[in-house]
Structure formats: C-alpha cells, structure tokens
C-alpha cells in the first residue's frame, strides 16, 4: 500500500509540467548590453582630448537648415586638427576653402583647452576668416 501511494505521487508530480520561463539570464544578458552601450558611448564622442571653458547663457538655437560645420580642434599643447585629423594652418585654411566653395554659409565650431594661449586661438581664427569662413562658434561646456 505505502508502495502504492509512493508510485501514484511520483507519477503525478511526472505529470506536472513546470510552465514558467526562468527570466533571469534574459535580464543578466538585457543588463549587460546596456552596461556595455553606458560605456562605450562617451568614447564616441571626439577622440582628442580638451578641458572646454565654461560658459553662461543660452545655447544658441539650431539653423533651419543644419549642414555639417567644419570641425576643428586646438588641444593643450596647441597642435590644430580638422576633424579627427593633425592639421596646420594651411592645411586648415585648405579644408575651410573648400567648405566656403561648396557652401558660401558654411560653419566651422571650434573647440579649444582652455589652458591654451589667446593668441594661438586668433591664428586659427584669422586662418579660417582668410578662407572666407565667417561663421564660427566657440565651443564650450555648459555647468
């Protein structure tokens, strides 16, 4: 009899079929996605390296017409580069030439350390207004 009752229970529990699905290495892998895309998306930001000035007001409002500025960047030790790419002053006024051939409202944002001299600042100024790029914009951090 107790052999009996062993056999009915154990076939009964053999009938039951657990239904749930564990979540639990869905949500491992779903947080470790997420922690991979936290950590990888300030590294796509710009590959060089600067400590931008700080700066109060509005930001200014965004052009109708958005058209890619021409990117240039002056780090701590001075070096210039256009884009992603080491450059001189001529090599820069040779890209803004080419930015003000293209587009006669063409734009250029500069983003400059702010340990950097003000005078090393005007030669990238002077090089892009001497190409007939007028429209620049002094990048900075907002606090």
Do not use: C, W
């Amino acid at each position: 009899m107790l052999r009996q009752r062993l056999n009915r229970s154990r076939a009964r529990a053999r009938r039951k079929l657990n239904g749930n699905i564990d979540m639990t290495p869905i949500l491992d892998m779903t947080f470790l996605l997420l922690i991979a895309f936290i950590i990888t998306f300030p590294a796509l930001q710009s590959g060089i390296q600067v400590n931008l000035p700080s700066a109060e007001g509005d930001p200014l409002a965004a052009p109708e017409k958005p058209a890619e500025p021409l990117a240039v960047t002056i780090d701590a030790a001075g070096a210039l580069f256009v884009g992603d790419a080491p450059a001189d002053e001529a090599a820069l006024e040779a890209a803004a030439r080419e930015r003000v051939a293209a587009d006669p409202k063409a734009a250029a944002h500069i983003r400059a350390d702010e340990s950097i001299d003000y005078g090393r600042l005007m030669q990238v100024v002077s090089a892009l207004r001497r190409a007939g790029l007028t429209n620049l914009s002094l990048v900075t951090k907002n606090d």
